[in-house]
């Protein structure tokens, strides 16, 4: 079974940044997707960036898109997402999510929050 831990979460300031990591148990390199999405008091948990292998796309929402940035590290079997310039509405609980031929999993979260 897949295991997806978090990493990174934090405390910090406006105008800050942070680097978010998901350490995934297996290969990374099997999953048919992997990325990020974020969950904020009263609204549902959104997609903040994934990496698609067919096609080999990786991919943001118009509300993220300069400020948020996806890589991987197929050695470590390690995705990071690199969040700069934060702003208080990105405080919130980030999720990992991988969709590979086991299924889809997801990690526990780890908890952003930014101070104004």
Not at 18 to 28: D, E, H, K, Q, Y
Not at 37 to 59: H, I
Request: positive net charge.
């Amino acid at each position: 079974q897949v295991q997806l831990v978090e990493s990174g979460g934090g405390l910090v300031q406006a105008g800050g940044s942070l680097r978010l990591s998901c350490t995934a148990s297996v290969s990374i390199a099997s999953f048919y997707s992997v990325g990020w999405y974020r969950q904020t008091p009263g609204k549902q948990r959104e997609l903040v960036a994934n990496f698609l292998s067919y096609p080999n796309t990786t991919n943001y929402p118009d509300s993220v898109r300069g400020r948020f940035a996806l890589s991987r590290d197929n050695a470590k079997n390690v995705v990071y997402l690199d969040i700069l310039f934060l702003k208080p509405e990105d405080t919130g609980l980030y999720f990992c999510r991988s969709a590979g031929p086991g299924g889809v999993e997801w990690g526990q979260g780890t908890q952003v929050t930014v101070s104004s």
